[in-house]
């Protein structure tokens, strides 16, 4: 890595650069093909949900903190409940292409999460040298900061959300057998984990729109009915139409929202310094 004190040319960015991606590259071709050797493992993890063990646990949290008072969290506790018995489906293949895209999936869809932290170093490395000081003393806080909300709802997604929208789906058709294609497994369940990893980045975004000027913590708080609607009409395009599934994403969003309002307010606080 050069000295920020030293100016690198054009041609030396590129090569820089180039040397990033090929170590990337190389990242994520190691762990696919460590994805496909430990298929079974991975297939067995990503089928999890359907059995909901940890489900169980989280949601006897959730009514011993709720009570029997009736109020928003034991409505939420009551829906989690609804989908914490193990989904009545089978997942099939449906004919050797969908067998190999299958296969193909989980060992490179393995690869990319196991390398992201390469990725993610490589992409840092090659941005830093480029920030002043004081952008430097505040970008390694934001990046942990971002991979934390990242991980706490891929998370969230996979320990509660994807139970209960899995159990919501195997019973709408009762008089018909679930037999699910794997692939299209797959895609549902990594598309809900990615989106929910996306929308926690919501205190994030906040704070950065307060950062660089476009609306302040106050105007946050004084649109929080706006935020409230548009965070529900969200959730239930999102989600399957009940309202537990819907509360899944609503309520956390609500109160990363507030969270955010927070971050702004710092960030407003910093910038005043």
């Not at 489906?89 to 992201?116: D, H, K, R, W």
Request: with cysteine; hydrophobic share 55%; net charge neutral.
């Amino acid at each position: 890595m050069k000295s920020n004190d030293v100016a690198m040319t054009f041609w030396e960015h590129l090569e820089e650069l180039r040397r990033r991606i090929i170590k990337c590259l190389i990242a994520l071709g190691v762990f696919s093909v460590l994805g496909f050797a430990f298929l079974n493992p991975i297939l067995y993890v990503l089928k999890l949900p359907m059995q909901s063990p940890i489900s169980n646990f989280v949601v006897n949290a959730v009514e011993a903190s709720a009570g029997d008072d009736g109020s928003t969290l034991g409505f939420l506790a009551l829906s989690l409940r609804s989908g914490t018995s193990n989904v009545e489906a089978e997942l099939i293949l449906t004919g050797p292409f969908q067998a190999i895209m299958a296969y193909l999936t989980i060992g490179i869809t393995a690869g990319v999460l196991l390398s992201l932290p390469i990725i993610l170093y490589q992409i840092w490395m090659f941005v830093f040298p480029a920030l002043n000081q004081k952008e430097q003393r505040y970008a390694l806080p934001l990046f942990m900061t971002i991979i934390f909300f990242f991980l706490l709802g891929a998370v969230f997604a996979y320990l509660i959300v994807v139970p209960v929208v899995l159990q919501f789906a195997a019973g709408l058709f009762q008089e018909l057998n679930n037999l699910w294609d794997l692939k299209g497994y797959l895609k549902f369940v990594t598309g809900l984990i990615l989106g929910f990893g996306v929308a926690f980045e919501l205190p994030v975004v906040m704070a950065f729109l307060a950062r660089i000027g476009i609306i302040d913590s106050r105007g946050f708080r004084g649109k929080q009915r706006i935020a409230l609607l548009g965070i529900c009409v969200i959730s239930a395009l999102l989600t399957p139409a009940d309202p537990g599934s819907m509360l899944l994403m609503a309520i956390p969003l609500f109160f990363l929202y507030q969270l955010g309002i927070f971050f702004a307010f710092l960030v407003e606080k910093e910038a005043e310094i």
